[in-house]
């Protein structure tokens, strides 16, 4: 597979506007709380290993969003922000793009019944390999459970668009996801698995969560855009062996190839479930018109939503003020695509202004610091953003 040198930093190309979807990659990464109650979940258990099996479904439940998202979000501009408050499913969300060059966001929600703090600045380093671009979310994402004393970290796979010069685009996310508790070392080891030559991981998902002493005490099985499941390793032993004997015969599977493009592997048999596993998470389905609207889920489309009376409360640089998302969700690609091209603009000249001034640009709700839990940089929130008080935020639109 990936064996070429990649070509190009695609972060420094600018691509036409009808590539996008309209949203800033600030509310992209805010959709990794749309299964909040799985972190509600997590605290409620008694048992270590239940939290950890929350926190895992978690984790893979944050990426589910991806699936057939195959719009580019908009790269935010240095100082956006973005801010989500849901009461309804228990959290508030802040985030910045920290950084320009290269990109970060960062981000902070806390539960509001100060149950847990989830936390992480993220940096997507794309790479253009030919036929596909690949985007590493570098960064490390932090989740504490404030009642239990307890901190996981972990960092998100890989994710893959194919055919992004001829074909059909689709989506694929690979890669060994390793969830910490970082109270003992115990820890959840999630393998992404590449799709295959014959489609047969397509989207799968599995791993196990081991105990301090390396005991395995279950495996978690299922796909990132389904369900996650967990067994008694045993069981699932067993189960295999008996599935081994039966699979020789079931390869047979053929792929039309097209000589141009990496086709999406026709094969999308749904999750086996092994008897006595119990459900973990199950992805909520779409709106039925999703496929209009760049294949949002519900949770995705109420993120630009801008109520009535909500301009005057939020900080000016929030990303639902943004005029180029605003013209695309509209509707008007040029508008959209004039007021993309002014605002880079006006960011390249402000940047050349500092530079004259030997000035640098100051973060404003997050500052470069060291993670505790990992011991490596990290942005961390310094705190305030709902007091609302924006006077002096800067005037990046
Ligand atoms: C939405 O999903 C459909 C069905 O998989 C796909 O054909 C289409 O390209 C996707 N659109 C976007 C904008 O990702
Ligand atoms: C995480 O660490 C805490 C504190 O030491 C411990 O009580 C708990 O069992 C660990 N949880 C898991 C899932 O390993
Ligand atoms: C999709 O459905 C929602 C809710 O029924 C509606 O508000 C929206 O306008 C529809 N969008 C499109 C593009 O049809």
Not at 118 to 133: A, E, Q, R, T
Not at 262 to 270: L, N, R, S
Not at 354 to 377: H, I, Y
Request: aromatic share 10%; proline share 5%.
């Amino acid at each position: 597979r990936h064996l070429r040198e990649p070509s190009k930093e695609l972060s420094k190309i600018t691509m036409p506007i009808v590539f996008n979807e309209p949203l800033s990659f600030l509310q992209r990464i805010s959709e990794y709380m749309e299964h909040t109650y799985l972190v509600h979940k997590a605290c409620a258990q008694a048992e270590s290993i239940e939290r950890m099996q929350a926190v895992a479904a978690f984790a893979v439940s944050a990426v589910a969003s991806q699936w057939d998202r195959t719009g580019k979000p908009f790269n935010p501009l240095l100082g956006e922000t973005y801010e989500l408050l849901r009461e309804d499913q228990g959290f508030r969300l802040v985030s910045e793009q920290v950084s320009h060059h290269p990109p970060i966001s960062a981000f902070h929600a806390e539960g509001l019944a100060q149950d847990f703090v989830f936390h992480g600045s993220i940096y997507p380093k794309l790479k253009f390999w030919g036929k596909s671009v690949e985007a590493e979310p570098k960064g490390t994402i932090t989740l504490e459970l404030l009642k239990h004393k307890e901190a996981y970290t972990w960092t998100n796979p890989l994710c893959c668009v194919h055919n992004v010069i001829v074909g059909k685009l689709w989506i694929e996310q690979y890669g060994t996801v390793e969830i910490v508790n970082h109270s003992t070392g115990d820890k959840c080891v999630l393998n992404f698995k590449p799709c295959g030559m014959f489609g047969k991981e397509l989207h799968r998902v599995e791993g196990y969560i081991q105990d301090k002493c390396k005991k395995k005490r279950c495996v978690i099985y299922g796909k990132w855009t389904e369900c996650m499941w967990s067994v008694d390793p045993q069981v699932y032993e067993s189960h295999r062996k008996n599935d081994r004997k039966g699979a020789a015969d079931s390869r047979k599977q053929k792929t039309v190839k097209n000589e141009d493009a990496d086709d999406m592997p026709e094969v999308q048999e749904t999750v086996a479930v092994i008897p006595g596993s119990t459900l973990l998470w199950r992805v909520a389905s779409r709106p039925p018109n999703s496929t209009e609207m760049y294949n949002f889920t519900n949770f995705a489309i109420g993120l630009n939503e801008l109520e009535p009376g909500m301009e005057g409360v939020l900080a000016p640089t929030d990303c639902r003020l943004r005029p180029d998302i605003r013209a695309m969700e509209m509707g008007d690609m040029d508008e959209a695509s004039k007021q993309k091209e002014r605002l880079e603009e006006k960011q390249r000249a402000a940047r050349k202004e500092r530079a004259k001034d030997n000035e640098e640009w100051s973060t404003r709700w997050f500052e470069l610091g060291v993670n505790p839990f990992t011991g490596s940089q990290d942005w961390l929130y310094t705190g305030g953003y709902f007091d609302r008080k924006y006077t002096d935020s800067p005037d990046i639109y």
